[in-house]
Structure formats: structure tokens, C-alpha cells
């Protein structure tokens, strides 16, 4: 099949670890991988956001990358790109037009309103991962949510207007039915994790406990949380990997206030800021550490915890969204209410004084990843969503 996967945002391209850029860039680029390492032609249509990159660049896992002309070659936060679609969606219609595609999957909900708006004019059925949801996002952040107000009847739409929506999660399918979806129009298939990157590796020798948050810089992360929980740890440490580089670190807003909360608990000695850090890099990083700490106020998949069990790391999570499907208390880790520390502390606690549960809790991650979340079986899954509604009179509840 000739595929295009739409990311407005998350170039699969892109350095990893600002403020929008993250998970979405790496699912995107591996189902891309993957899907072409099954003989499909794939197109991954992103916004251009840098005037010297070539419109199109031939990846060596096999897939392109097509650059956007849609608003000005430069970053742009997402939450500013809405009045960007209409021309991101003239982009993908005349590129439909001279190359037809089989199938257009849009990942985020402003990939979904360019994609439905292309395909009015270009008969294309439409797959939709939202990837965060609006109506979460609103009830978690209320006045301080920064998406477009228009977003929620964007996503409201979307249910109504795609041939199929792909889910992460159970929980979201559920938000998903709230919002007007009906149920055989969704199909739970989680992230993937490549297991042969991410794997158990030998732990260098550490003088103290250590713990590791890793991801996006940005406070509904939960890595605030930690650092509160982290006063009632004494003797152990937290390095943080995310956000800038390094050499850029102190100017870095969220950097600053997590430093100004570490001092305020007396705790600033005990935390470590590794900026941002290669794909490359992040398995031994994972490695060397006690316990992964993944504990978003709201996630709707969270790679973290599953790249963690992949590298036999005990997790410990907030129950919340994906979350709730990748890691399972008691046996590949624990989880916690969001936005506890005063719970997540003692929970912390208890596992680093405890190796054996530490280790079981890491050989039973690492055979759960290996079960249930490599990439093939997810791109196996993703193609047969794919096949179903590019079938010759595919039968679709989708209004368009």
C-alpha cells in the first residue's frame, strides 16, 4: 500500500526533548520504519519549520519525509498552528492528486482536520491517532490548557468525519465514546518499543539509590512530583533527561522552576539535569537506574514505562492512561494517584529497599515488552486497520 502518515508537528526528523517534541516523533517515525520494512510506500508528511531542510528526504529505515510549506519555515508552537491547516491540507491535497495514496493516517488532531479537509477533494479514507485528547487536556489543566478553545469541536468532528480511529489505550477509547465515537469505529494498538535497542544492560556501579525521570520538560509531566517525593528519600538521587541541550539548560524556564522546587525541599545536591539526550543513549541511561519514575498528571500512551520495561527497569507510574495497560502493579512495577507525593514517596521508598522485587518486577518488564509491545506486532496491527477501510468497498459509518 502507498501510505501517508500525517504529523503537522512531530517530525520524526526532529531532535528530541523540547517542549513539542517527544513520543509522537518517535511513534511516528518507527511505524513508519516498520511499515515500510513490510513493503509499504511511506510518506511522512510534517510542517517545515527550517528554510534550509530539502522538501523531501529519503530516510535509511526506508521511508520519506516530506517538509510542509504551510506558515513560516521556522518553530512554531503547536498550539499556534490551527490557522496553518488550511494550507497544510491544499499541500496534501495536490500532492494526492499527482501521487495517489491508499490510505492517510494522522497523528494529532490538526494532522486529522488537514487530512479530512484534503480528503474531501481526494477520495482518501482517513485513520485517526489523536495521541492527547482535548477534553483531558482541559480537565486536567483548566485555565492554564493553552490549546485553541476550537480544539474539543475539532476533535468532536473528527470522531464523526474519519474512517477509523486507533486508540493507544482503553482509557481513550472510552473518552472516545464520550465524544460521539462509535465503538467499531476504534481499535486499541498500543506504542511499540524496539527490544533489541532497548534491553537489559549492565548497571554501572553507583554510590547512592538512583532514580530517573525522562521525557518532555513541561510541568504536566509530573517530574515536580518527584522532587517533593524526593525529601522524604534521603540518600538518593534523581537525574532528569529531557528538555535542551546541556549548555542551554539555565535558560530554560521549566528547568528553572524544577531547580527552585529542588531547592526549596533541601534537595538540589540530589538532582541531576542531563539535558537532552540521544535515542541512542537513552537505554544505558535507563539501565543505570533503580527505578524508572513515569508519573504524567494525564498520559495518553507514555512511552516511558514500556522502553523502561524493555530495559528490565522496575517502573513506578501514575494510574492514569496508558499507563494504566503497560504497567501492572505487583508485577512489573507500581502505581500511584497523580500529583501525590506524599504516595508516591513511600512507595519509592519501599521498592529501593527491596533488590529482589526490584529484579523480578525488571524480568517480567522486560518479558511484557517483548510479549506485547514490539514494533513489528504493532505495525502488524496498524497495516491490518490500514487494509480494512482501503478494502474495495470498505463499508464506513464516516460522515464526511
Known amino acids: 500500500m502507498r501510505v501517508a502518515l500525517v504529523s503537522e508537528h512531530a517530525n520524526p526528523l526532529a531532535a528530541l526533548g523540547g517542549v513539542d517534541a517527544g513520543g509522537q516523533n518517535v511513534h511516528v517515525g518507527a511505524l513508519a520504519a516498520h511499515l515500510a520494512a513490510r513493503g509499504h510506500d511511506v510518506t511522512v508528511y510534517s510542517r517545515r ?19 510542509v510549506p504551510a506558515g513560516p519555515a521556522y518553530a512554531v508552537g503547536k498550539d499556534d498552528l490551527l490557522r496553518h491547516m488550511p494550507a497544510f491540507a491544499r499541500y496534501l491535497e495536490q500532492r494526492w492528486r499527482e501521487q495517489p495514496v491508499d490510505v492517510a493516517h494522522a497523528h494529532f488532531w490538526m494532522s486529522g482536520v488537514a487530512s479530512t479537509r484534503a480528503a474531501r477533494r481526494v477520495p482518501v479514507p482517513v485513520v485517526q491517532t489523536f495521541h492527547a485528547l482535548g477534553t483531558v487536556k482541559r480537565r486536567q489543566q483548566g485555565a492554564r490548557d493553552t490549546s485553541p478553545p476550537e480544539r474539543i469541536g475539532f476533535e468532536r468532528r473528527l470522531c464523526r468525519q474519519v474512517d477509523h480511529v486507533i486508540a493507544t489505550c482503553r482509557d481513550e477509547v472510552a473518552e472516545l465514546r464520550a465524544m460521539g465515537l462509535p465503538p467499531s469505529r476504534a481499535s486499541v494498538v498500543p506504542c511499540g518499543v524496539d527490544t533489541s535497542v532497548f534491553r537489559p544492560a549492565e548497571a554501572g556501579r553507583r554510590d547512592r539509590p538512583r532514580l530517573l525521570s525522562i521525557g518532555r520538560l513541561v510541568e504536566r509531566k509530573g517530574i515536580g512530583n518527584v522532587i517533593e517525593a524526593l525529601a522524604a528519600l534521603p540518600g538518593v538521587e534523581l537525574v532528569v533527561a529531557g528538555g535542551p541541550a546541556r549548555d542551554r539548560l539555565d535558560a530554560d524556564p521549566e528547568v528553572q522552576r524544577l531547580r527552585d522546587l529542588a531547592v526549596r525541599h533541601g534537595v538540589a545536591d540530589r538532582v541531576r539535569f542531563e539535558g537532552s539526550v540521544s535515542r541512542a543513549d537513552v537505554p544505558a541511561l535507563m539501565s543505570c537506574a533503580d527505578i524508572v519514575v513515569a508519573v504524567p498528571w494525564y498520559e495518553p500512551f507514555g512511552i516511558v514505562p514500556v522502553e523502561a520495561m524493555a530495559c528490565g527497569r522496575p517502573v513506578v507510574g501514575s494510574a492514569v492512561g496508558g499507563l494504566l495497560d503497560t504497567v501492572v502493579p505487583g508485577v512489573t512495577g507500581e502505581l500511584v494517584p497523580p ?11 519501599a521498592l529501593l529497599a527491596d533488590p529482589v522485587r526490584r529484579h523480578a518486577y525488571g524480568l517480567a518488564g522486560r518479558a511484557r515488552a517483548v510479549e506485547r509491545y514490539q514494533w513489528a506486532e504493532v505495525a502488524a496491527q496498524t497495516e491490518a486497520v490500514y487494509a480494512a477501510v482501503a478494502a474495495p468497498g470498505a463499508a464506513s459509518e464516516a460522515v464526511r
Not at 528554510?51 to 517538509?67: C, L, M, N, Q, S
Not at 500529583?339 to 521508598?349: I, M, S, Y
Open 49 to 67: 519549520d527550517d528554510p534550509d531542510v530539502p522538501t523531501r528526504v529519503v530516510t535509511p529505515e526506508g521511508y520519506a519525509v516530506e517538509h
Open 339 to 349: 500529583r501525590r507525593p506524599d504516595l508516591l514517596a513511600p512507595v519509592l521508598g
